[in-house]
């Protein structure tokens, strides 16, 4: 009964990833205006056949910014966690498999990294980026920043499994009768690695995404005029009440749904991984 | 006896380097960020041309990351922490007098997760109902769904104190792990058994479940602490609440390289004590146990 209902969320998680997604690559054709117009003669309007959300403060059409903000973050968040999942595989993939002092340095790397909490970390290097650049380039070093300084969790569970296939029957086996040691880490670790590798990459993308959206919301996200779910979210710091303009809430609400259907998706992959 | 009092000591040795790393790690970001080397103090017309090169000479002596770090150890192991660039105050001074608003805001935040994660939990286990599950999965599943910083506009928006707004943010990731411990415990053949047999509820909670729990339960609630200090950044930096949240995120915008070393010092200490501190406890339950 658990079961059938789980498949059901999954299978509804993935019928609104899909949806959310075709959206978004088709925001060229739903908002062709695009997200950085100005319609100076409806500043703050509500919600109108024109504009379905509303404009902003400066008169930006808010349907078009969350199209485009959707396309930003769907598609660089996959690509940050792909980056990070990429290290964490080089760094604990390999010291796993290599055992002995290279194992006792990576371990001891990832943990100085662990120590520090995960949005201290990210605030402080975001920071210390250059914050006055292009949007374009803002968007780049937002997301490489969380590739590069995502992978210390997934690492350490890369470092555990290698080490456990370091000792397992197949790997002894296949040095006893003389694989060299790289032939034996490419064709029977590695693979061995890929269900948590997946796994890994799946968990990532909804902690980048809500990263991003933290980073976002304290402006050291993606800069304007480009949006992102993060800039989007920050139109609610100046928010009075939530009946007044409840519009506002819908970047958060599809935020919710499509971090929901990622954890959905990720149920699945983790029972894969395990 | 002997043993334990080694691992102590490797335990000790082992947070020591990585405290000092830490900072170490921090003063490098801040070396190396772009624009580290303009001081806008120099700019002030009101310096002479003996002031603005004394202020040269002063960010000359940080240009040598190891150099900097040693003195600033040294000195730090004579009480003094230095002055913050940004506040020109000494941060020994802006530390101990934002330190009281902080640990107030995570201690009460931690209690609240803390409580509400037991309670749902508990109830979840006792009453096996498939709808209070969903429910609270539901609930929990949401909260882990939205950006720390958006809670805590929602705090601002609503009124309610930042407290409340750690406490969602630490909730969703306790009350999982709580959840999952306590129905694998009360799915245990014995507990079942006791249940079947007519035991009291609270017996067999504070006999049979806690002393199997208890230990894996210390070691997420060290984590919480972790995942806790993390969210006082956004909300003391949105909420305006004066707290070492607050000036870790003016320092790192203002590049305070004194105020940031600082910082990472104390937030990987407490980090570390608190994973450690429940691991240790987590020990001494399960030697108890044996």
Partial sequence: MRSASMNLGRKLACAVLVLVLAASAAANWLAPAGYARQYRDATSAPPSRTHWLGTDEIGRDRFARLLYGTRISLLLAPAAAFLSTLMAAFIGGLAGYLGGAWARIAMAVTDLFLSLPWLFLLITARALMPLNVSPLVSVLVTFLLLGLLGWTTAARVLCTTAASLRSSDFVRQARAVGLPGQRLFWIHVVPNLKPVLYAQFWISIPVFILSEANLGILGLGVAEPMPSWGSLLKELEGMVSVGEEPWKFVPLILLVVVVTSFQLLLSRQEEIAA | ?290
């Fill in chain 2, 1 to 290: 006896m002997r043993s334990l009092r080694k691992t102590i000591a490797g335990g000790a040795l082992t947070l020591l380097a990585t405290v000092l790393l830490g900072g170490l790690l921090s003063a490098t970001l801040v070396r190396m960020a772009p624009g580290f080397s303009a001081d806008e103090r120099e700019l002030d017309p009101h310096l002479n041309a003996q002031s603005v090169h004394a202020l040269r000479e002063a960010k000359q002596r940080d240009h040598n990351i190891v150099r900097f770090y040693f003195s600033y150890m040294n000195r730090a192991l004579h009480g003094d922490l230095g002055t913050s660039l940004a506040l020109g105050q000494p941060v020994r001074t802006l530390l101990r007098d934002r330190a009281p608003l902080t640990l107030r805001l995570l201690s009460t935040g931690l209690a609240l997760a803390w409580i509400l994660s037991l309670t749902l939990a508990l109830t979840s286990a006792w009453l096996r109902l498939s709808i209070f599950d969903a429910l609270t999965t539901i609930v929990s599943g949401t909260f882990l769904c939205i950006p720390a910083a958006v809670l805590a506009l929602l705090s601002v928006l609503w009124n309610v104190p930042g407290s409340l707004a750690i406490a969602l943010i630490v909730f969703p990731r306790s009350y999982r792990y709580a959840s999952n411990l306590l129905m694998k415990a009360y799915s245990r053949p014995h507990i079942v058994a006791a249940r079947s047999r007519g035991l009291g509820e609270a017996r067999i909670l504070f006999w049979h479940v806690v002393p199997v729990v208890a230990p894996q339960l210390l070691a997420v609630a060290g984590v919480s602490v972790s995942v806790a200090v993390g969210a006082a950044i956004p909300v003391e930096a949105l909420c305006g609440l004066p707290g070492i949240g607050q000036l870790a995120w003016q320092a790192a915008l203002a590049r305070d390289l004194p105020m940031l070393v600082n910082i990472t010092i104390l937030v990987t200490l407490v980090t570390l004590l608190a994973n450690s501190g429940a691991d240790a406890m987590g020990q001494v339950l399960r030697g108890e146990e044996a």
